[in-house]
C-alpha cells in the first residue's frame, strides 16, 4: 500500500506530537509545553532543541515564541538568540508562591493519608536555623493506642523519621558538622548514636525513598517518614506515619513506606517543587 501524497508531490506532514486533548486550544497547549521545556532547561535552549522536544517544525515553534515574546513570557538571550523565560513568568510564578498556604494545602493529605495507613500521621518542617524538626500539624488516628504529640514539638534530628528523613539530604561534611554541633543523645536502646551507623541508615533510606524510626524515640513506637522538597529542590518538610510496633509489623513498612512516598510527591508537586536529582547540602539561613 502507496503513502497519499499531496499535489505537490510530498507526503503530508505527520501530526505534531503535542496535538491538544480534545477541548483544549492546540496552540495554547502547545505554547504552555514550550514554556515548560525552557523552564525544565535551567538557563536557555535553542530553537531547532525546542522543536524537537515538542514535535513540531522549527516554523511553527518561532511563531508560538515570538508570540510568547510579544507577552514578555518569553525572551532571547546571547549572541545566538537562545530562548530563556521572560520576566511575565516570572510575576505569574510569583504570584503562585505568594498564594500558598502549607497548612491549607497539606492538612486534607494527611487525613487521606492517615485513613489509608490507620495510623496517626504528622507534618514536621524544617527549622533552618536550629536545625530542628518541628511538627506543624497532625491528624490522629482513631486507634485507642495512638502517636501524640503537641504541635510545635521538636523531633530529635537522629531519632526520628521525619528528621532522618531530612538528614538524609545532606552531604557528609553538612552532616558530620551538624552531629559534631547537635550530639547523638541515646532516647532508647535502639537509638542510633554514633555517625557510622547513622550514615549506613541514612544511606538506606535514600536508596529506598523513606526513612524508618525503629523505636529509636520511644520504645515500643515505630514512624516512616518522606520528605518533601521546594522550589529550589531542597527538602523543607517532612511527613510522617507513626504507631505502635504491633500494627507497624517488619511486613507492613515497606507497604506504609509507599504511601508516604506517593504523599509526599503529590505535596512537592503541589507546592511547585521537585525532588533533587541527587544530594544536596542544607545550609543555614
Same mark, same amino acid.
Given at each position: 500500500?502507496?503513502?497519499p ?8 506532514r =505527520?501530526? !505534531?506530537?503535542?496535538a491538544?486533548?480534545?477541548? /483544549?486550544?492546540?496552540?495554547l497547549?502547545?505554547?504552555?509545553k514550550l ?6 532547561a535551567?538557563? *536557555?535552549?535553542?530553537?531547532?532543541e ?5 514535535g513540531? =517544525?522549527? *516554523? ?10 510579544q /507577552?514578555?513570557?518569553? $525572551?532571547?538571550?546571547g549572541?545566538?538568540?537562545?530562548w ?6 516570572f @510575576?505569574?510564578?510569583?504570584?503562585f508562591?505568594?498564594?500558598?498556604n502549607l497548612? !491549607? ?5 494527611? %487525613?487521606?493519608?492517615?485513613? $489509608?495507613s ?6 514536621a518542617?524544617?527549622? &533552618? ?5 518541628i511538627? @506543624? ?5 482513631n486507634q485507642l ?5 503537641? @504541635?510545635? +514539638?521538636?523531633l530529635?534530628?537522629?531519632?526520628s523519621g521525619a528528621g532522618?528523613?531530612l538528614?538524609?539530604t545532606?552531604?557528609?561534611? %553538612?552532616?558530620?558538622q ?6 547523638m543523645? =541515646?532516647?532508647t536502646p ?9 550514615k549506613a541508615?541514612l544511606?538506606?533510606?535514600r536508596?529506598q #525513598?523513606?526513612s524508618?524510626?525503629?523505636?529509636e524515640?520511644?520504645?515500643?513506637l515505630?514512624c516512616? !517518614? ?7 529542590r531542597e527538602?523543607?518538610?517532612?511527613i510522617?506515619?507513626? #504507631?505502635?510496633v504491633? &500494627?507497624?509489623?517488619?511486613d %507492613?513498612?515497606i507497604e @506504609? +513506606?509507599?504511601?508516604?512516598? /506517593?504523599?509526599a ?7 511547585? #517543587?521537585?525532588?533533587p536529582e541527587? $544530594? ?6
Amino acid at each position: 500500500m502507496t503513502t497519499p501524497t499531496s499535489k505537490r508531490g510530498k507526503k503530508p506532514r =505527520a501530526a !505534531a506530537a503535542t496535538a491538544a486533548p480534545v477541548g /483544549q486550544v492546540q496552540s495554547l497547549s502547545r505554547g504552555m509545553k514550550l514554556l515548560e521545556y525552557i523552564a525544565e532547561a535551567n538557563g *536557555s535552549i535553542a530553537l531547532t532543541e525546542l522543536a524537537q522536544r515538542a514535535g513540531l =517544525a522549527n *516554523s511553527t515553534t518561532h511563531r508560538l515564541l515570538t508570540t510568547l515574546a510579544q /507577552q514578555e513570557f518569553v $525572551r532571547q538571550v546571547g549572541d545566538l538568540g537562545l530562548w530563556a523565560i521572560g520576566p511575565r513568568a516570572f @510575576i505569574v510564578g510569583a504570584s503562585f508562591l505568594d498564594s500558598r498556604n502549607l497548612l !491549607a494545602m497539606v492538612h486534607p493529605k494527611l %487525613r487521606t493519608l492517615m485513613e $489509608r495507613s490507620g495510623e496517626t500521621v504528622n507534618l514536621a518542617v524544617l527549622d &533552618r536555623v536550629n536545625f530542628d524538626a518541628i511538627i @506543624i500539624d497532625q491528624v490522629q488516628c482513631n486507634q485507642l493506642m495512638r502517636m501524640s504529640a503537641s @504541635i510545635g +514539638g521538636k523531633l530529635p534530628m537522629h531519632a526520628s523519621g521525619a528528621g532522618k528523613a531530612l538528614l538524609s539530604t545532606l552531604d557528609d561534611e %553538612r552532616l558530620t558538622q551538624l552531629l559534631h554541633r547537635k550530639g547523638m543523645h =541515646a532516647y532508647t536502646p535502639h537509638t542510633l548514636t554514633t555517625p557510622k551507623t547513622l550514615k549506613a541508615n541514612l544511606s538506606m533510606i535514600r536508596k529506598q #525513598g523513606f526513612s524508618f524510626d525503629d523505636e529509636e524515640h520511644a520504645l515500643g513506637l515505630r514512624c516512616v !517518614a518522606a520528605c518533601l522538597f521546594n522550589e529550589y529542590r531542597e527538602p523543607f518538610a517532612a511527613i510522617s506515619i507513626s #504507631g505502635p510496633v504491633s &500494627r507497624i509489623t517488619d511486613d %507492613r513498612v515497606i507497604e @506504609i +513506606g509507599a504511601l508516604a512516598i /506517593q504523599t509526599a510527591k503529590e505535596l512537592t508537586r503541589a507546592w511547585g #517543587g521537585g525532588a533533587p536529582e541527587a $544530594r544536596v547540602a542544607l545550609h543555614s539561613s
